[in-house]
Every structure is written in structure tokens, then in C-alpha cells.
């Protein structure tokens, strides 16, 4: 049953049957899968993405992504990338897939590396107004997870799943 539905989200409540065959309701979000992307210039700079979040109430460092928005996450991932940096991939590779919140919601987050960048248009929505972009060593990007300073849960994991891959690249590529 849907409790609510928004343009983004709905909050649904299904009926289950406990693991001890009782039942009992489960409330649950549904929304579009997600993506995120771990673009690396030719300088082996990454791209950041500095921008407001209201839940949190504080400004949030992390990497370009967001909803899927009934695209293919490849496509999503591409999409997302121009808009947010104004940079396009010729190479988009997944890293991995991970489940962010598996109690809260059955939306995925799809983890890409974009190489052979160049320059596209930056085309933000509405709610991105305020968003910077900052290209930063690889080096200085994985201190600032290890550090607590970038802590977005789909940056994380792409850039520790990334940080091998990035190191492993010969420079330019």
C-alpha cells in the first residue's frame, strides 16, 4: 500500500510474515536507483562535487551522480556527469554495485570509473544551484574518505573500490 507519493519518492507499507510466521507491516522507501562516478582527468585529478543537503544541514563533498531517472545506469551515470561537471566520458567502467540503505529502501547505487574526459556542458537542476566542482590528486581525494571528510555512502565505496584500479593506470590512461 502507498502511505505517500511524491515526484521522487513513495513510502510504501507491505504486509509480511515475520521470520517466527507472524505478520506484521513493513514500511519501506521507493525510489529510483542511483549512481555515482569516479572521473579522472588526464592530470590524474578526480572530480568532486561540493553541494547543500538539507537532511544533514551542511554542505557535503562527494562525487557526481544521483537518480537513475528510469534510465540505464550506464546512461544515468553518463548523463549525470555532464550535468554536474560538465566533463563527458569515452570510457565508462563499472566498479561495482552496493545497496545503501537495504532496510529502508530496495534502490541500488551503480559505481563507475569515467576516463578519456573531455568537455561537455553543464546543465544543473534546480536543487544543484549551489553546486561547486573541484578537481583534487587522487591521493588527497582517498585521505579525505579515510579522513571522514568526504562520508556520502556511494562516494565511499566507489572511491575505495576505485583506489586499485586508479593506482594500477598508467598516467593518461
Known amino acids: 500500500m502507498i502511505l505517500h507519493e511524491g515526484p521522487f519518492v513513495s513510502l510504501c507499507r507491505d504486509e509480511v510474515i515475520r521470520p517466527d510466521g507472524s505478520p506484521g507491516m513493513y514500511d519501506h522507501v521507493v525510489v529510483d536507483d542511483g ?4 572521473a579522472l582527468d588526464q592530470q590524474r585529478c578526480l572530480a568532486l562535487v ?11 563533498l562527494h562525487l557526481p551522480g544521483g537518480g537513475t531517472e528510469g534510465q540505464d545506469p550506464r546512461a544515468a551515470a553518463l548523463r549525470e556527469l555532464e550535468e ?9 567502467r563499472l566498479l561495482g554495485v552496493i545497496d545503501p540503505l537495504p ?24 536543487t544543484e544551484a549551489g553546486m561547486s566542482v573541484q578537481w583534487r590528486p587522487i591521493p588527497e581525494v582517498i ?10 555512502a556511494g562516494s565511499v565505496a566507489a572511491l575505495l573500490l576505485a583506489e586499485h584500479v586508479l593506482q594500477a593506470m598508467p598516467p593518461g590512461g
Open 35 to 38: 549512481v555515482r562516478v569516479v
Open 50 to 60: 561540493e553541494d547543500d543537503f538539507h537532511l544533514q544541514r551542511r554542505r557535503l
Open 84 to 92: 554536474e561537471t560538465g566533463a563527458v566520458a569515452g570510457e565508462l
Open 103 to 126: 532496510a529502508t529502501t530496495a534502490a541500488r547505487t551503480h559505481l563507475f570509473l569515467a576516463t578519456g574526459l573531455t568537455s561537455g556542458t553543464v546543465n544543473r537542476d534546480a
Open 143 to 152: 585521505r579525505a574518505v579515510r579522513e571522514g571528510v568526504i562520508t556520502e
